[in-house]
C-alpha cells in the first residue's frame, strides 16, 4: 500500500508545480513584477491553476477510488500536459495531452456509473464531460474567457456531486434531489449558451450557481457538523463558508452578465474558483490525502490560519475590483491569496511530517 502511494507522489507534485506556476502568473497579471520565460506566458494563468491543478489532483483522485490500473492513465496523462504547460512555451501538445486525459476521466464514470447508478455519479460525470468539453475548444483555439465557463462548470458540478453522495444519510427527499438536478441543468445550460449568447447564457449560469448554493446550504450535511469539534468543525466551516462566495459569483454574474475579461469578470471568476473550490479543496484535504498518499493528515487548529487569510484576501481582492478607489487592495489581495496557498502547504506538509515522525518514534519505542 505504502510502495503504490508512493508512485503518487510524482503526480502530486506536479499539480503542486502547477499550482505554483499559476500563481506566480496570476502575481504577473495583477501587476507584481517578477520575471517570464516567455512573453506570452500570462495566458496559462487559468490552465495551469484548472487543469494543471485541480484536474490533476481530481483525475488522481479518481483512480485511486476506481482501483484499476488502466484508471491510471487519466492523471498521467493530465499531469503530462501540465508539465508541458509549467515548463514549455504555449503549443498545442499541452492542450491535447489534457484533453486526451480528461476523456479517461470521462471513461473513470462510465465505469463507475455502470457498478453504481445514481444522481452524484451522473453529476460527477456530467462535470467530467464539461471539462472534456472546455478542453476540446481550447485545443481548437479558443479564448480562455469562453473555455472557462465549461471549466467552472466541471468543478462545480464534480464538488457539488461529491457532496450530494456524502449527504445520502440525510435521505434527500423527491422535491429535493429535483431542484439539485434543476440546479446542475442550469450551470451546464449556461456554461453552453455562454459560447453563442455570452451575456444571456452567464446570467443562466449565474442561476444555476445561485440555486447550486441554496440547495447546498439548505441540504448539506455541514449546517449540522459545524456544531461539533475537531477536523468535522473545520471541515463544515470551509464548507459553509465556500458556499457563501459560490452564492455571490453567481449572483455577480446574473446582475453583470459580463463575460469578457475585466475586473467584475476578474471578480466573479476568483469568487468561485478561489473563494469556492479552495475551500472545498482545504475541507477535503483532511480525508483525500489521505486516501491518496496512504499516510495520515492529523487535524491542527492552525489549519483555520490559510481558511482565514484565504477569505480575507478574497475580500481584499473584490474590494479593489468594485471600488475604484480602492485599487491598489486587489493587487494586494492577490498577493495574499498566493499566501494562503502557500500557508495551506505547509501545514499540510507539516502535519504529515509530524504524524510521520510520531510513528516512527512508537515503532522504534516497541
Known amino acids: 500500500m505504502i510502495r503504490r502511494a508512493a508512485r503518487r507522489l510524482p503526480l502530486l507534485a506536479i499539480g503542486m508545480l502547477s499550482m505554483a506556476c499559476g500563481t506566480w502568473l496570476g502575481l504577473v497579471r495583477l501587476g507584481w513584477n517578477l520575471p517570464l520565460p516567455w512573453p506570452d506566458r500570462l495566458i496559462a494563468h487559468g490552465p495551469l ?28 496523462v493530465v499531469a503530462a500536459g501540465a508539465l508541458v504547460l509549467d515548463l514549455g512555451p504555449p503549443g498545442p501538445l499541452a492542450p491535447l495531452l489534457i484533453t486526451i486525459g480528461s476523456i479517461v476521466v470521462v471513461a473513470i464514470f462510465v ?16 462535470g467530467a464531460v464539461a471539462w472534456v468539453a472546455g478542453n476540446v475548444q481550447w485545443l481548437g483555439g479558443a479564448a480562455i474567457f469562453r473555455v472557462v465557463f465549461w471549466w467552472l462548470a466541471f468543478l462545480v458540478l464534480t464538488i457539488a456531486g461529491e457532496r450530494l453522495e456524502l449527504n445520502r444519510v440525510l435521505r434527500p427527499t423527491v422535491l429535493v434531489r429535483a431542484m439539485f438536478v434543476l440546479a446542475t441543468a442550469s450551470i451546464l445550460a449556461g456554461a453552453a449558451a455562454a459560447a453563442r449568447w455570452p451575456g ?8 444555476g450557481l445561485v440555486a447550486m448554493t441554496w440547495w447546498l446550504a439548505h441540504n448539506d450535511v455541514a449546517r449540522r457538523t459545524v456544531r461539533q469539534q475537531g477536523v468535522t ?16 459569483g453567481g449572483i ?46 492529523p487535524y491542527r487548529a492552525t489549519f483555520y490560519l490559510h481558511v482565514g487569510v484565504l477569505h480575507v484576501s478574497l475580500i481584499l481582492r473584490v474590494a479593489g475590483d468594485l471600488v475604484d478607489s480602492l ?26 511530517a509530524t504524524a510521520r515522525s510520531a510513528a516512527v518514534s512508537v515503532t522504534q519505542a516497541t
Do not use: K
Not at 200 to 207: D, E, F, S
Not at 256 to 271: F, K
Open 49 to 76: 491553476m484548472v487543469c494543471g491543478f485541480l484536474g490533476t489532483l481530481i483525475s488522481l483522485e479518481r483512480a485511486v477510488a476506481l482501483r484499476a490500473r488502466w484508471g491510471y492513465a487519466a492523471p498521467v
Open 111 to 126: 465505469v463507475v456509473w455502470r457498478r453504481q447508478p445514481s444522481l452524484f455519479i451522473a453529476t460527477m460525470t456530467l
Open 200 to 207: 444571456p447564457g452567464l446570467r443562466l449560469l449565474g442561476a
Open 233 to 248: 468543525r473545520f471541515m463544515a466551516v470551509c464548507l459553509l463558508s465556500g458556499y457563501a462566495w459560490l452564492g455571490f
Open 252 to 297: 455577480l454574474a446574473i446582475v453583470t452578465g459580463i463575460p469578457t475579461m475585466g475586473l467584475l469578470y476578474d471578480t466573479m471568476l476568483h469568487a468561485v474558483f478561489l473563494g469556492f473550490v479552495m475551500s472545498m479543496v482545504f475541507a477535503h484535504a483532511p480525508v483525500i490525502l489521505p486516501a491518496i498518499l496512504g499516510i495520515p493528515l
Open 327 to 352: 485599487g491598489r487592495w486587489r493587487v494586494w489581495g492577490g498577493l495574499l491569496n498566493v499566501v494562503a496557498l502557500l500557508l495551506f502547504v505547509f501545514s499540510t506538509g507539516r502535519s504529515i
